[in-house]
């Protein structure tokens, strides 16, 4: 979508968005601008209308639909997280000082900052579904309303019977 519109706006187009951005603060538009890049639209009955931006051409709206609806998404992760390492250190042979790879033990490195909010940290998604008061009476960690579950859960413990805390309830 960001391509289309950036194909096509040209240099008067950007320009004229940029001074209507900035109108809202200062007050002031490009009528020049406006009367060429602008057709007016009536919003209602009452004489009221609006200034749009012209279509590069009649059917745009339309075209910019089906390209879009034929776009395949996919995201290609180009990044392995962990793999080994290829640790070099220096070390003097024969009084020389020598860049040599490491070849004992096996080393692992992570690649990638794993502090971040990635898709490769665990998601947590609440599910609410409504269930009879006899499920929620067998379960009633999982009711989410606080003020009922702190209630409910307090009855139990004082030894209160199901069939008194549905009549409390």
């Known amino acids: 979508m960001d391509a289309i519109v950036i194909a096509c706006a040209n ?4 320009n004229y968005l940029n001074n209507e951005s900035a109108s809202r603060k200062a007050k002031i ?10 057709d007016k639209v009536r919003t209602d009955d009452k004489g ?10 009649d059917t745009f709206t339309q075209d910019v639909y089906v390209a879009l609806e ?14 080994k390492t290829s ?11 020598v860049l040599v790879k490491q070849v004992k033990g096996d080393s692992w490195a992570i690649r990638k900052t794993m502090h971040k909010d990635t898709v490769f940290g665990e998601v947590n998604l609440r599910k609410v579904k409504s269930v009879s008061l006899n499920e929620a009476l067998k379960n009633p960690q999982f009711i ?20 008194k805390i549905k009549k409390i309830l």
């Open 48 to 57: 009221n209308y609006q200034w749009r931006v012209k279509k590069p051409w």
């Open 29 to 38: 538009s490009r009528h020049d601008l406006q009367a060429i890049l602008c």
């Open 144 to 163: 989410v309303e606080k003020d009922l579950k702190r209630q409910l859960l307090s009855l139990l413990q004082q030894n209160f019977d199901i069939k």
């Open 87 to 97: 640790n070099y250190y220096w070390h003097y042979e024969n009084g020389k000082k």
């Open 70 to 83: 034929n776009i395949i998404v996919s995201f290609k992760q180009n990044l392995r997280v962990i793999n």
């Open 11 to 14: 240099r008067n187009i950007v």
